[in-house]
């Protein structure tokens, strides 16, 4: 199985304010065990979290279109108490966007971006030095000509924000787009280009190969992967490949939905909604292109979100619809995964971010 390592995991869910949406657990890599260390209510769909670099704060969305009398939905900050991980609320802002469903923290750990679906917006908020968030500073929102898929490309929908190299990358499932920004004086994000991908594709989150000039967009509509090359001198991405993250032959529905590489660089994993598998990709160190090399069987319905444990040997993977975690070990030579089973239960998990080891 390769190292494992002993660590806190945040769980963020679906569900109504009034029900636990956010689970402090603690993570035994080495007996497959999770448990409950704190249940956190409040915070309306808890779809996506972010801990800080730091480890002192965890921000989440409240994937929302209404935020009391406010259009919108908002991100919730807490304290994180050392030790024990646990979560204190410290302040709510509004992200000026309905369905803010993806939340990431800037490079220098001094705002939060959020993507909002519904809204077809973004949104930059500073952080105070003390881990709160202040309003709003910056919302963007690109117009452009709408993707093929005339049922889920009704209108621009930003679905993932991400920081890579002092770049902010804004993928729009609405529009086929990945938008480059930079942050400006640390307040407004300013477009710098656009990168179009195949028509259809509905890209929805991209990771950055940690050696390589590489990135990778997970396409939800089409179910496919697309490499891109990153520029060192202004960030802008070009698409080079575009391979399929479902076994030749299948023709059912799927909704592709994560995508995350390996810590050695060598592998890259995606999830499949719908076929309900982990996709096994080889990365080739030369130019970063992939293959595909397993279809795994997610055990459970609708993977949404996964995480890669530290040291790449264990994957932790939620199934939204049949409310279960399962475990996977990694072979750390062949980057091929084996399931161990189901390892927790809880309803409409949709979000997996690690926190300190134990």
Do not use: W
């Amino acid at each position: 199985m390769g190292a494992s390592l002993n660590r806190t995991i945040y769980i963020g869910s679906y569900g109504a304010s009034s029900e636990p949406t956010i689970l402090v657990c603690a993570f035994d890599g080495d007996k497959g065990e999770i448990t409950v260390k704190q249940q956190v209510t409040g915070v309306e769909n808890a779809s996506y979290l972010a801990v800080g670099s730091s480890g002192l704060h965890l921000y989440a969305v409240s994937e929302t279109g209404r935020t009391g009398a406010e259009i919108g939905g908002s991100v919730v900050s807490f304290a994180i108490e050392q030790g024990s991980g646990t979560l204190t609320e410290l302040n709510r802002q509004l992200t000026h966007g309905a369905d803010p469903c993806y939340i990431t923290i800037d490079e220098g750990n001094k705002a939060v971006l959020v993507a909002n679906y519904s809204g077809g917006n973004a949104s930059l908020l500073p952080i105070n030095e003390d881990g709160t968030i202040a309003p709003a500073t910056s919302i963007v929102r690109e117009e452009a000509p709408l993707g093929s898929n005339t049922a889920r490309q009704d209108a621009p929908h930003a679905h993932a924000i991400v920081v890579n190299g002092g770049y902010v990358y804004l993928n729009d499932l609405g529009t086929d787009l990945i938008h480059t920004f930079k942050i400006e004086e640390g307040t407004k994000l300013t477009l710098q280009s656009s990168c179009k991908l195949h028509g259809g594709a509905g890209p929805r989150h991209i990771v950055f190969h940690q050696s390589l000039s590489t990135a990778y967009v997970m396409n939800e509509l089409d179910s496919t992967i697309t490499l891109l090359t990153v520029s060192s001198d202004n960030g802008e991405l070009t698409p080079v490949q575009t391979v399929s993250a479902l076994p030749e032959g299948f023709a059912g529905y799927n909704d592709a939905a994560d995508i995350h590489l390996s810590p050695s660089g060598r592998f890259l994993y995606s999830s499949n909604r719908g076929h309900n598998s982990i996709a096994v990709f080889t990365v080739d160190q030369a130019d970063g292109s992939l293959t595909l090399i397993q279809n795994a069987s997610c055990e459970g319905d609708a993977p949404r979100n996964f995480a890669v444990l530290p040291g790449g040997g264990q994957l932790l993977v939620a199934n939204q619809k049949t409310g279960n975690i399962v475990l996977f070990a990694v072979d750390p030579e062949t980057g091929l995964i084996q399931s161990k089973g189901t390892i927790f239960e809880v309803p409409s998990p949709v979000c997996i971010r690690l926190g300190a080891a134990e």
